[in-house]
């Protein structure tokens, strides 16, 4: 099983902002990419995760060995696909606890229903781990949350949907370190042998407490280098001015 990102072109407004991406990432595994600012890490988490106004004009992404280019947001979040965003959206007039119990109710069959006591235990075990205050389960979806919160309640998402491949994109932008700590905690005890996950950051920090098996930088809309988790530490050191230099 795998997520695999073919020679993937995509535009915003027809400018092309990913320029011929490969990468493969195989359940069991934890795959991180860094890169400076503008190199298009969150345009590819949104092209995976099928935002609508990235048009993808070459190459594919291939879910377990299916092309998804055709599946909406929803049919790729039903077929395994989780997004944790950089700037998670607000959702006025939606509580936390609605919001959670309605995609889970997306992805049961036909004439089955969410069992709410079940539900909200499992939440609330859930919102402990990620030491969440109970009182986020009746707020509104991201409304007036501080930006550790709103990456706090898009881990908790992310737990609660149990999906098979997790993108996270600068989850730890917004988090102090005991949240980062509390987060990596959370992400470390979905980590299993069948589900992948896409670490994005631009700083190494996050990688210190979720260790990557294999680490990719990108620049310019493609990945230039690959390497071990070594590759987050020599980057914290030099930085990315080496992508300035000509090979
Ligand atoms: P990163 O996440 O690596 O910082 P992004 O994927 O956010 O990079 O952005 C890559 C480039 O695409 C930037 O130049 C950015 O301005 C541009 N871009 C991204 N999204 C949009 C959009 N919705 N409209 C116009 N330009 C965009
Ligand atoms: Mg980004």
Redesign the pocket.
């Known amino acids: 099983m795998s997520l695999v990102i073919e020679n993937l072109h995509a535009s915003?407004?027809g400018?092309p902002?990913l320029k011929g991406l490969n990468l493969e990432i195989p359940t069991g595994e934890v795959h991180a990419i860094m890169?400076?600012?503008?190199?298009?890490?969150?345009?590819?988490s949104?092209v995976i995760a099928g935002h609508e106004?990235?048009e993808v004009t070459d190459g594919k992404v291939v879910l377990d060995g299916v092309d998804i280019a055709e599946l909406e947001v929803d049919e790729r979040s039903r077929a395994g696909i989780f997004l944790a965003f950089?700037y998670p959206a607000e959702v006025p007039g939606v509580s936390n606890a609605n919001f959670l119990r309605a995609a889970l109710q997306a992805r049961m069959p036909e004439g089955e229903e969410v069992d709410a006591v079940s539900f909200y235990k499992d939440m609330y075990a859930k919102m402990d781990e990620l030491e969440m205050d109970r009182k986020f389960t009746g707020r509104a979806v991201n409304e007036g949350f501080s930006g550790g919160e709103k990456k706090r309640n898009e881990i908790l998402q992310m737990m609660m949907l149990d999906p098979r491949y997790c993108i996270m994109?600068?989850t730890d932008s917004g988090l102090d370190i005991d949240a980062l700590k509390v987060v990596a905690k959370g992400v470390n005890s979905m980590r299993s042998e069948a589900r992948g996950f896409l670490v994005?950051t631009?700083y190494q920090r996050l990688l210190e407490y979720i260790k990557p098996d294999h680490v990719h930088v990108?620049a310019d809309g493609k990945i230039v280098k690959s390497g071990g988790p070594e590759l987050a530490l020599e980057l914290e050191e030099s930085g990315y001015d080496f992508l300035k230099q000509p090979a």
């Open positions: 915003v407004e400018t902002i890169g400076p600012n503008g190199s298009g890490k969150s345009t590819l949104k106004d990235y950089q994109d600068e994005i631009h990108m």
